[in-house]
């Protein structure tokens, strides 16, 4: 199989490259990424001179140079990683997020459409579902539950979504989609809420918990997620969505508070700030569709994920003082001086 990875210089799309190599030595990888500010080489660094990988440089909006690349390829699947991926960010400034994730999306659909693929599978999000309340544990968004995306990441993800499924109905495209909750690991931009709270703790600098740290997100090792989109992109049906979750929720307080156990840090770095606009309560996906039609299963406990995670932002302080020493630096100046 020749397999395309559009983002795969972002977190879970090298942490997915890395799953491919490993698993399925007899496909061949191409990376196609923009290396916007959270895309990075150095994520990639061991699959770089790996036989059976090749890394273009390039944006999916770009019609003509991912036309060529399909061209030069012929692929067999596509998975489309590539996104503008941080809510706060789509706060500031939407337009970017519509243009990548929307547009973006649709450029690989017409080329899958003129080219011809196997497969093409979109990576989405459990935040195209909006919202639970934090009091009602019986609920989970399943599959079926109506797009309400509340900001406009998750609003330019459902978008995708439905273009893809549009796709699958007019042209017949196979497409699958999967909605994963929230992914924490190794090569995480610190910006999001785990990597922020374990580089700050470590420079003993405040943590700054939106509201009163109560809203919940549904926690997956990024590994498991890996695993999910490998089968369903292989094995799902075409025109199917799949939710992937592993049933562990946590409230933000608690992850920050574990987060700084772990690192041995006092709980007075912990600062509350000014809540996020439109700030998605609860998260918590129905995992029975893939679970008894796939197999899949989450294989990494919370607590043993965590401490692997912290220890890989311990044992490669150079990749995320890199990171925090160039324009991320201007980004958290901005974005929480107002806070
Ligand atoms: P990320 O921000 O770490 O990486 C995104 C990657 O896409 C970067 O390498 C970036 O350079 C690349 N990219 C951005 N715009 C591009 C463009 N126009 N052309 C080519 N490449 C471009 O994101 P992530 O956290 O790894 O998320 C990957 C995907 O998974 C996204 O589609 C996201 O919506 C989805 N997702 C993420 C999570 C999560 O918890 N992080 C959960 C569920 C779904
Ligand atoms: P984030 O990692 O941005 O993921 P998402 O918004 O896509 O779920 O945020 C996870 C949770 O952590 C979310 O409820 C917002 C909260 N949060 C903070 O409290 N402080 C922070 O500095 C950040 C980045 C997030």
């Known amino acids: 199989m020749n397999i395309l990875v559009t983002g795969g210089a972002g977190f879970i799309g090298s942490n997915f490259i890395y799953y491919q190599l490993k698993n399925h030595p ?32 390039g944006d999916i909006t770009d019609r003509a140079c991912v036309f060529k690349l399909f061209e030069e390829e012929k692929f067999d699947i596509v998975a489309n990683f590539a996104a503008e991926s941080h809510v706060d960010r789509s706060v ?29 599978h979109q990576v989405s999000t459990d935040e195209v579902y909006g919202d639970l309340p934090i ?19 998750s609003a330019s993800k459902a978008a995708a979504d439905l273009l893809a499924l549009a ?3 007019t042209y017949q495209v196979p497409v699958t989609i999967s909605r994963c909750s929230n992914n924490y690991g190794p090569y ?9 709270m374990i580089t700050r703790a470590l420079n003993d600098q405040s943590l ?4 009163k740290g109560e809203n919940i997100r549904d926690w997956l090792y990024v590994e498991d997620h890996c695993a999910a989109v490998d089968l369903v992109m292989r094995s799902g049906r075409a025109g199917e969505v799949y ?26 770095l912990i600062t509350f700030v000014a809540d996020r606009p439109g700030h998605d309560l609860r998260y918590a996906i ?26 890989w932002y311990l044992n490669n302080r150079s990749w995320w003082e890199n990171i925090l020493a160039g324009e991320y630096k201007n980004y958290y100046e901005r974005m929480y001086a107002r806070r």
């Open 286 to 311: 129905d995992n029975t569709k893939i679970t008894s039609e796939l197999g899949w299963s989450p294989q990494t406990e919370f607590e043993d994920g965590l401490q692997k995670t912290v220890q």
């Open 26 to 57: 007899d496909d061949r990888i191409v990376c196609l990424d923009a290396l916007t500010y959270a895309g990075n080489l150095a994520n990639l660094e061991s699959a770089l001179n790996h036989p059976s990988f090749r890394f273009v440089k």
């Open 208 to 211: 700054p918990v939106y509201g």
């Open 92 to 120: 500031e400034n939407p337009g970017v997020f519509l243009h990548t994730n929307v547009f973006g999306t649709q450029v690989l659909l017409d080329a899958c459409r003129q080219y011809g693929v196997k497969r093409f």
């Open 243 to 268: 939710n992937i979750g592993g049933h562990n929720e946590k409230s933000n307080i608690e992850i920050v508070k574990l987060i700084l156990k772990i690192l041995g840090k006092p709980e007075s």
């Open 188 to 196: 995480h931009f610190p910006e999001k809420l785990i990597p922020l």
């Open 167 to 169: 796709y699958y109905r």
């Open 135 to 153: 009091d009602r544990k019986d609920l989970f968004f399943t599959e079926s539950s109506p797009l309400r995306a509340s900001s406009p990441y």
